[in-house]
T-cell receptor
Framework: SQQGEEDPQALSIQEGENATMNCSYKTSINNLQWYRQNSGRGLVHLIL?????REKHSGRLRVTLDTSKKSSSLLITASRAADTASYFCAISSGSARQLTFGSGTQLTVLP | GAGVSQSPSNKVTEKGKDVELRCDPI?????LYWYRQSLGQGLEFLIY????????KSGLPSDRFSAERTGGSVSTLTIQRTQQEDSAVYLCASSLTIEQYFGPGTRLTVT
């Protein structure tokens, strides 16, 4: 299966702390994307990292990619209660345009 | 501008009935995707439309599922003879390049 596996499945932290989520996958990829989902409905695209990139930043988000280990991590710095959501990694591989999603990490940021 | 819209937002149907779910993509987006998300799970790819090309139906779980995209815009996902295991949130996404923009989803409950 190409599905990304995320860990931890759930993460609870205090406001102001950093949150780190990890994603592992099984095949070669074109790019890896991270999405956020609030309340089990629509997803919001956060950041994309291409297979030839090792690190990307966007605001309080930092994504790393290690293609040799087939893994990626998403770091949210100085977390806020509004960051509470489910976070998914999604993989694009081969000629397919559709994404293969991981099972997600449920992040809870306590005020 | 307007994002991806989906209707209805919620649908409750009896086992054995047919349902139609609608997706209005972002204007000008050439690609349209349908995904399904069961409770607490990641997204499962169903079908992908790109321009006037034949759709990629490789993710449809059975022949009870079908979809069409009229005029390269609006798409309808049809599930015939619904089963309880069809209960899920059905998400539509559209894209112009790599990043996918998701609608709020339709929560389908089969009783």
């Amino acid at each position: 299966s190409q599905q990304g596996e995320e860990d931890p499945q759930a993460l609870s932290i205090q406001e102001g702390e950093n949150a780190t989520m990890n994603c592992s996958y099984k095949t070669s990829i074109n790019n890896l994307q991270w999405y956020r989902q609030n309340s089990g409905r629509g997803l919001v695209h956060l950041i994309l990292i291409r297979s030839n990139e090792r690190e990307k930043h966007s605001g309080r988000l930092r994504v790393t990619l290690d293609t040799s280990k087939k893994s990626s991590s998403l770091l949210i710095t100085a977390s806020r209660a509004a960051d509470t959501a489910s976070y998914f990694c999604a993989i694009s591989s081969g000629s397919a345009r559709q994404l293969t999603f991981g099972s997600g990490t449920q992040l809870t940021v306590l005020p | 501008g307007a994002g991806v819209s989906q209707s209805p937002s919620n649908k409750v149907t009896e086992k054995g009935k047919d349902v139609e779910l609608r997706c209005d993509p972002i204007s000008g987006h050439t690609a349209l995707y349908w995904y399904r998300q069961s409770l607490g799970q990641g997204l499962e790819f169903l079908i992908y439309f790109q321009g006037n090309s034949a759709p990629d139906k490789s993710g449809l779980p059975s022949d009870r599922f079908s979809a069409e995209r009229t005029g390269g815009s609006v798409s309808t996902l049809t599930i015939q003879r619904t089963q309880q295991e069809d209960s899920a949130v059905y998400l539509c996404a559209s894209s112009l390049t790599i990043e996918q923009y998701f609608g709020p989803g339709t929560r389908l409950t089969v009783t």
